[in-house]
């Protein structure tokens, strides 16, 4: 169900309605995907469609408190876990195949014992146990859009979507401005949260980046964090996975592991760096933050915005 063309003159509730019916139809194209072993993307596509659906939600909650169910966001959660593991996987395995040539003869039995692990975990989390996540999604979908499609509008009009989304928007930016102040040097977790804000900002003004210039200026901003942060997130998710790995390797292999583990170390640490140099200690943060500051200015000043038909964002994160 593509956006309408006058989403930003509607009614909130009626506008998210939209947006949501729009994202479910993404993860419903997606989630076939999902079963092809020759689609390189569409674990990836399916698994950030739901990210979308489910943070739209999330942020929404309290505007389509009566449709939307907390058990539809624990639901949507669980796609996520569930399909996790095989991609954590599939992104290990190919920063690995990266290494390889540049590895000294004795670490290769290491790396070749990692790269076995991996493709174990990647297996674990495909064939079968994807199936059963579609056949579920596909089962849960169809309920949820029956009871978001049906809704009965309320007989008083409620907020315009460009007043809420404002509000929506200064409040995800607070929290967002919140984890960097709280994030002193803490390379996973506080990152993560970093990433995870960023990651709400985006999805919640996309909808709106083809309609408003500054929108689509953000995504692009937010897309450039994701960047940064997602490459540190993948070493810190193959930094814990490595640590369990060397707690199992034979003599022949824990060489091979180490030095894996201090690649992907360095990796993480040149991640950090630049993220600290363009985003904390340079203008990229502040640069968000005050384009989010101006968004919603520009949102409360309804009558000043374009008029022209959203675009559907394409699964890039």
């Known amino acids: 169900m593509p956006l309408p063309a006058d989403l930003l003159r509607r009614d909130a509730e009626e506008a998210v309605r939209l947006i949501a019916l729009d994202l479910l139809s993404q993860a419903r194209e997606a989630a076939p995907r999902c079963l092809d072993p020759e689609d390189a993307e569409g674990l990836h596509d399916f698994r950030v469609s739901i990210r979308r659906l489910r943070s739209t939600l ?66 674990a ?59 002193g040097d803490d390379r996973k977790r506080g990152a993560h949260r970093v990433r995870i804000a960023g990651k709400r900002l985006r999805y919640l003004v996309e909808p709106v980046g083809a309609e408003i210039e500054l929108a689509g200026t953000m995504v692009d901003r937010c897309k450039q964090l994701q960047d ?18 060397l707690d199992d390797a034979s003599p022949a292999s824990e060489a091979g592991v ?9 990796r993480a640490e040149a991640s950090y760096r630049l993220f600290r140099l363009d985003w904390l200690d340079g203008a990229g943060m502040q640069a968000l933050l005050d384009e989010a500051a101006a968004l919603a200015s520009q949102l409360r000043d309804a009558d000043d915005l374009p008029d022209r038909r959203p675009t559907r964002p394409r699964a890039s994160g």
């Open 58 to 123: 999330s942020a929404w909650k309290g505007l389509l408190r009566g449709v939307v169910k907390k058990r539809d966001r624990r639901t949507l959660a669980g796609f996520q876990k569930r399909t996790g593991r095989g991609r954590d996987a599939e992104v290990a395995l190919v920063w690995l195949e990266e290494q390889v040539d540049e590895l000294e003869p004795e670490h290769r039995p290491g790396c070749e014992w990692v790269e076995e692990r991996l493709r174990s975990a990647s297996l």
């Open 125 to 183: 989390g495909s064939g079968d146990s994807n199936e059963m996540v579609c056949a579920d999604f596909a089962a849960w979908a169809g309920g949820f859009e029956s009871r978001v499609a049906d809704r009965v509008p309320a007989a008083a009009a409620g907020p315009p979507y460009t007043e809420a989304l404002a509000e929506r928007l200064d409040s995800i930016a607070h929290r967002l401005k919140a984890c960097v102040t709280g994030l």
């Open 228 to 245: 940064v942060l997602g490459t540190l997130n993948d070493a810190n998710v193959l930094d814990d996975l490595l640590g369990v790995y």
């Open 258 to 266: 180490v030095e894996l583990a201090r690649l992907n170390a360095a």
